[in-house]
């Protein structure tokens, strides 16, 4: 079973509106996430970690944690084609600590 | 900011051959990572490694070789390709590899076996 499970697969917003992701981890010894963006040809590159409950706020992007429901999730406010990308939620535990797992991903697509 | 250098960026191999994947990073970085994304699978650990001389197998090891020669380096062998190893791989580095660490992922290699 996917450890960290993202929804949904995909996601059309229209550019200026709100993007919405989620990722459930099914180990409650995740403590640390991540959201990882992915541009098509590139790697990956960290966009925000969150580790305490409640909300983080960076720009437009604001990521929130529950622990408890082992929920996080990341929201994007007005949306720009150049948010068009790859995302990854990402979690570690202290137990493994070199080890990030990693979900699926959900390919966001804004449209002008 | 990080940086990590993956050669060469496209690869094609022939099935029974070898391929050697290196990665460079200039990050002085204790940690390196290979990881795999195939369509629908996200990222998946192949090989890490804390120290140079040493390396350690992730989640799908099988199939697959590491070496670590220095802080700085880090090959990803295959030796026999597969049909099967068609993928992207990312090599990645990361600080102390404590569990808050973030990643910083190099721009990929596509390889191809046929």
């Known amino acids: 079973q996917q450890k960290v499970q993202q929804s949904p697969e995909s996601l059309s917003v229209p550019e200026g509106g709100m993007a919405s992701l989620n990722c459930t981890s099914s180990?409650?010894?995740?403590?640390y996430f991540w959201w990882y963006r992915q541009h098509s040809g590139e790697g990956p590159k960290a966009l925000m970690s969150i580790f305490s409950d409640g909300d983080k706020k960076e720009g437009r992007f604001t990521a929130h944690l529950n622990k408890a429901s082992l929920h996080v999730s990341l929201h994007i406010r007005d949306s720009q084609p150049s948010d068009s990308a790859l995302y990854f939620c990402?979690?570690?535990?202290?137990?493994?600590?070199?080890?990030?797992?990693f979900g699926k991903g959900t390919h966001l697509h804004v449209l002008p | 900011e990080a940086a990590v250098t993956q050669s060469p960026r496209s690869k094609v191999a022939v099935t029974g051959g070898k391929v050697t994947l290196s990665c460079h990073q200039t990050n002085n970085h204790d940690y390196m990572y290979w990881y795999r994304q195939d369509t629908g699978h996200g990222l998946r650990l192949i090989h890490y490694s804390y120290v140079a001389d040493s390396t350690e197998k992730g989640d799908i090891p099988d199939g697959y070789k590491a070496s670590r020669p220095s802080q700085e380096n880090f090959s990803l062998i295959l030796e026999l390709a597969s049909l099967s190893q068609t993928a992207v791989y990312f090599c990645a580095s990361s600080g102390t590899g404590g569990s808050a660490e973030t990643l910083y992922f190099g721009s990929g290699t596509r390889l191809t076996v046929l």
């Open positions: 990402a979690a570690s535990s202290d137990t493994n600590a070199y080890k990030v797992i």
């Open positions: 180990d409650r010894n995740f403590q």
